[in-house]
C-alpha cells in the first residue's frame, strides 16, 4: 500500500518538477516546514525506491533535483529564494528541519555513492567504513557549499545582457547537458519525416534505446519529447529545402538527357505535358518541382548556354549543363540550409538569457569564430573579383596553378592578407572559369565577323556548307537523320581550321558557329543585321548574364563551409 502511495507521490512530484524547475526548491522547504514526518516518509522513501527500483526518473531526480535544492537549504550562507523564506518560520522548527536534512542528504549520498557509482561506492573514494564514510559525506558537503557560495557571489559577466541570477545560471548548467544530448539525438535521426504531436508514438520509437533509457523517456507524454519534437520539426523544415533542390538536381540531368531533346524555344506547358506522359519521371517527382525544373532549365539554363539547339551540341555540352545545374542547385541548397544549433528559443523564458550567453560565449571561442570570420571575408573578396578589376591577370594565369607568391603579389590587396589562401585560390579558380567564359564568347563572335569580312574565306565554305546542307545537318528535327554519322565529324573538323584556327574553343561553339552562318547565309540582303540579331545579341546577352551567374553559382567546398554548416560535428564547441 505505502509502495502504491509513494508512486503516486513520485509522479506528482517529477510532473510538478518539469513546469517549475527552478522553484521548486521553494516547494520542497514548505513541504518540510508542514512535516517532519513528510520529510523522514515521502523523500526518505523516495530516495530508497530510486535505490530499489528501476525508475529511471526516479533516479535522476533524486541526483540531479532533490540534492541541490537539500544542500541550499542547508547553507546558511547562501543568498538564495530558499534562503529568504527561512526566516519567515520559527527557528526551533528550522532546527529540526536542518537535523532531517542533514540525515537525508546523507542517505543520498551513500546511495549516489553506490548506484550511480559504484566503483568508488562514494563520491571522495577511499574505504568504506561507516567511520569514513560519514567523515567523508562531511567533507563533500562543505565542498558541495563552498563550491554553491563561489557561484552565487561571483560577479556577472560584463557581455552578459540583462539582469543576473546565480540560481537560473546554475539550473541552467544543471540541464545543459541534458538539453545537447537531445540535440545530438535528434542531429542523427532521420530527417525525411516530419515529428508532430499527432506523431509523438512514432517519435518515440526513433529516439535511441540508450538515449531513452537514460532519461526514463518511456511515454509519449513525457516533456522531452516535446522538445524533441520542435527540434525535429526545425530541421525538417531545413532538410525539406535541402531535399527539394536535390530533387531539383536529378530532374534536370533527366530533362537534359532525355530524347527527344527539350530545346530553349520550347513552352513551358508543352514541356510538361510531355513529361506528364512519362511514367518514370510522374511517379518520382510532383507537379510543383517538375513545374519549378521546367522554369529553370528554359529560363537559367538553356537560354543562355545553348541559344542555338542542335543534337549534336546538346551532346557535345551535356556535361556543361550538368555543371551548371550543379552550381545553381548546391548554392540554391546551401543558401536555405540552416543546421540544426543549439537555440535559446528551445529554453524555458527564464533561461533564454544565460542559454544565449553560453551560445555567445563558445562560438566566440571556438573554430566556428574564426570559420564565420572567414567566410564572411571569403564574400567580400568574391565580391572584389566580381569587380572584374583582376580580370586580365586571372586570364593570363588561367591555364595555370595559381602559386602563393604570385598570389600575395598580385591577387590579394591589404584588407585581404588575413584570408585563408585555400579560400582565396578556390575563388580564383571559379572567377577563371567566368572570365575563360566571357573570352570564349567574345572569341567566337570575332571569328564569325572576321568570316563575315573574307571573301575568299566565304567562297571556300560555300561547297562545305551545301555538303552538310545535303547530309541534313539543319534538319534538327528529323527522326531520319544519323546524328552519328562520320560525314558530320570531318565537316565540322574541317569548318573549325577554317574559322576556328589557332583557338581553343569547346567543339559545341564550332557547332554553333556553322548553325548561325547557314542562318545569316539566308538572309543575304541582311547579312550584318542578322549577324547582329544572331551571333552579337546572344553573345551580349550570355556576358550581361555572367556576373549574375557567378553570384547564383557561389558555393564552395571547404573546412570552414563544414563547420559553419553541420557545426554540432565539426566542432566540440558545445
Known amino acids: 500500500m505505502l509502495s502504491c502511495i509513494m508512486q503516486y507521490v513520485i509522479i506528482f512530484i517529477l510532473y510538478f518538477n518539469y513546469f517549475s524547475r527552478t522553484y521548486l526548491c521553494i516547494y520542497y522547504y514548505k513541504l518540510a516546514l508542514w512535516s517532519c514526518f513528510l520529510i523522514k516518509l515521502i523523500f526518505g522513501s523516495l530516495v530508497r525506491l530510486a535505490g530499489s527500483t528501476d525508475n529511471e526518473r526516479c533516479k535522476l531526480f533524486v541526483a540531479d533535483e532533490l540534492l541541490p535544492s537539500i544542500i541550499r537549504r542547508l547553507d546558511d550562507q547562501l543568498p538564495c529564494a530558499m534562503r529568504n523564506l527561512i526566516f519567515k518560520f520559527n527557528s526551533s522548527t528550522n532546527d529540526t528541519v536542518d537535523k532531517d536534512l542533514i540525515v537525508l542528504c546523507e542517505e543520498i549520498y551513500i546511495y549516489i555513492s553506490s548506484n550511480l557509482y559504484p566503483q568508488s561506492q562514494d563520491l571522495m573514494g577511499g574505504e568504506k567504513g561507516n567511520a569514513y564514510v560519514e567523515n567523508n559525506f562531511t567533507c563533500w558537503l562543505a565542498k558541495q557549499k563552498e ?10 559577466p560584463m557581455e552578459f545582457n540583462g539582469e543576473w541570477n546565480w540560481e537560473f545560471e546554475d539550473e541552467f548548467q544543471r540541464y545543459l547537458p541534458v538539453y545537447f544530448n537531445m540535440l545530438q539525438e535528434v542531429d542523427a535521426m532521420d530527417d525525411s519525416a516530419e515529428g508532430d504531436c499527432s506523431g509523438m508514438n512514432a517519435l518515440l520509437q526513433k529516439l535511441n534505446p ?6 526514463a523517456i518511456y511515454s509519449s507524454e513525457h516533456p522531452y519529447l516535446r522538445e524533441i519534437s520542435r527540434m525535429q520539426k526545425r530541421k525538417f523544415c531545413s532538410m525539406n529545402q535541402v531535399r527539394h533542390y536535390k530533387k531539383m538536381y536529378d530532374l534536370l540531368g533527366k530533362l537534359i538527357t532525355l ?14 505535358e510531355r513529361l506528364e506522359e512519362n511514367l518514370e519521371i510522374q511517379s518520382t517527382f510532383d507537379a510543383y518541382e517538375v513545374d519549378q525544373s521546367v522554369g529553370v532549365l528554359l529560363c537559367h539554363v538553356l537560354y543562355f548556354w545553348e541559344p542555338r539547339f542542335h543534337p549534336l551540341i546538346r551532346e557535345e ?10 552550381q545553381l542547385t548546391n548554392a540554391k541548397e546551401n543558401k536555405h540550409f540552416q543546421p540544426l544549433t543549439p537555440d535559446p528559443g528551445d529554453f524555458a523564458p527564464h533561461l533564454k538569457p544565460y542559454a544565449r550567453f553560453y551560445i555567445q560565449t563558445k562560438l566566440k571561442m571556438s573554430m566556428y569564430a574564426r570559420a564565420a570570420m572567414q ?9 572584389y573579383l566580381a569587380s572584374g578589376q583582376l580580370d586580365s591577370y586571372i586570364y593570363s594565369h588561367v591555364s595555370e596553378d595559381f602559386s602563393d607568391e604570385d598570389v600575395e603579389n598580385n591577387a590579394v590587396p591589404q584588407k585581404f592578407s588575413v584570408l585563408d589562401h585555400d579560400l582565396i585560390h578556390l575563388s580564383l579558380k571559379r572567377r577563371a572559369q567566368i572570365v575563360d567564359m566571357h573570352n570564349q564568347v567574345c ?7 572576321d568570316l563575315l569580312e573574307n571573301e575568299s574565306l566565304k567562297d571556300r565554305l560555300m561547297s562545305l556548307m551545301s555538303e552538310l546542307n545535303a547530309e541534313g545537318f539543319f534538319d534538327i528535327d528529323s527522326n531520319s537523320v544519323n546524328w552519328d554519322n562520320e560525314c558530320f565529324s570531318k565537316l565540322v573538323e574541317k569548318f573549325k581550321n577554317e574559322v576556328f584556327t589557332g583557338h581553343s574553343l569547346p567543339r559545341r561553339y564550332t557547332i554553333q558557329g ?24 546572344t553573345s551580349t546577352k550570355l556576358s550581361a548574364y555572367l556576373p549574375q551567374f557567378w553570384r547564383d553559382t557561389r558555393y564552395y567546398k571547404h573546412e570552414y563551409y563544414d563547420i559553419i554548416k553541420e557545426p554540432l560535428k565539426k566542432i566540440s564547441c558545445f
Open 443 to 449: 572569341t567566337y563572335s570575332k571569328c564569325l565577323r
Open 210 to 215: 540508450q538515449f531513452r533509457s537514460k532519461y
Open 514 to 537: 556553322i548553325i548561325d552562318y547557314w542562318a545569316i547565309l539566308q538572309e543575304k540582303d541582311n547579312i550584318w543585321q542578322t549577324f547582329e540579331k544572331v551571333v552579337t545579341g
Open 317 to 326: 555540352h551535356k556535361d556543361l549543363l550538368l555543371q551548371i545545374v550543379g
Open 259 to 272: 530524347k527527344p531533346y527539350i530545346k530553349g524555344s520550347d513552352r513551358s506547358y508543352s514541356v510538361i
Open 147 to 156: 563550491d554553491l557560495r563561489a557561484k552565487a557571489f561571483c560577479s556577472a
Open 375 to 383: 567566410i564572411h571575408l571569403h564574400e567580400d573578396y568574391d565580391n
